[in-house]
């Protein structure tokens, strides 16, 4: 579980968390980018280039020194978790029987930002009604992810040429600067992070330290949500769905909303 080391009451909650599905875990220091000097930077090859916050470099360099603790003791499977993450009852039964291909370099994404996904439609497996599907489009978020020794050395071994946002170069295959990855997306999806909430099932202690900090806010600019807009796109989104998932269908693919469970 990726914390900082004095973020008390998400590391308490966690661990109580943790021990109530009785999934043994240690926490890995979180480091924080407002800490960081402009030297801590030179370790990737486009740091003059790149636009992140100051957050966004801290969670960048934890899950790299994630993936070099798996490399170093050579640990053959891992499920990485951010400390503000909620996990579904049915997380620990669904480990306890998961399989992972020892040789591949991919990624199993067991977290949902409630975003819609366009997935192989035949699941590569399923284990205590979780499904595993190849996910084709971007789902952000590094709350929850497992992988083998093997992609953890692929992502160590090209951490100096990241330039992008963690979840963006790990799940957005766009926009990510490095080769790409298989993604598995778990669905339903096991975990979620706080943010994602409903507003009244929010945890106040758990406020994302970074989103309003992203980089693509930069690139991309604060958007004005028009109420009439956002109406008419939700009223007429089931309707687009089923026109995509029949082009899709032809492609063994479909889109499919991810959601928490």
């Known amino acids: 579980v990726i914390s900082m080391t004095d973020a008390i009451y998400r590391r308490t909650r966690i661990q109580k968390l943790m021990g109530e599905y009785n999934i043994e875990f240690e926490f890995i220091d979180a480091i ?13 090859h486009h740091n003059q280039e790149m636009l992140l916050s100051p957050g966004e470099y801290g969670c960048l360099l934890s899950h790299i020194s994630v993936w070099k603790r798996i490399c170093v003791d050579g640990i053959e499977k891992a499920l990485i978790l951010e400390d503000d993450v909620h996990l579904s009852p049915g997380l620990k039964s669904m480990l306890d029987e998961f399989r992972v291909e020892t040789e591949l370099i991919e990624i199993y994404k067991l977290e949902t930002m ?17 499904a595993f599907h190849k996910a084709h489009t971007n789902h952000g978020g590094t709350a929850a992810y497992i992988i083998n020794l093997n992609t953890a050395k692929y992502l160590f071994s090209q951490h100096r040429a990241l330039r992008r946002a963690i979840d963006t170069e790990l799940f957005d295959p766009e926009r990510r600067t490095i080769l790409p990855i298989v993604i598995n997306q778990c669905v339903p999806s096991p975990c979620i992070q706080d943010m994602f909430l409903p507003t009244g099932n929010r945890d106040v202690g758990l406020k994302s330290m970074i989103a309003g900090q992203r980089e693509d806010k930069l690139i991309f600019g604060f958007r004005n949500k028009n109420a009439t807009v956002f109406i008419i796109k939700k009223l007429f989104r089931p309707f687009y769905l089923w026109f995509v998932n029949r082009q899709l269908s032809f492609q063994g693919k479909m889109r499919l909303k991810i959601e928490y469970g």
């Open 114 to 130: 409630g975003a819609v996904v366009t997935l192989d439609k035949k699941p590569m497996q399923v284990i205590k009604g979780y």
């Open 32 to 44: 924080d980018g407002h800490r960081l000097k402009k030297d801590d930077l030179n370790v990737f």
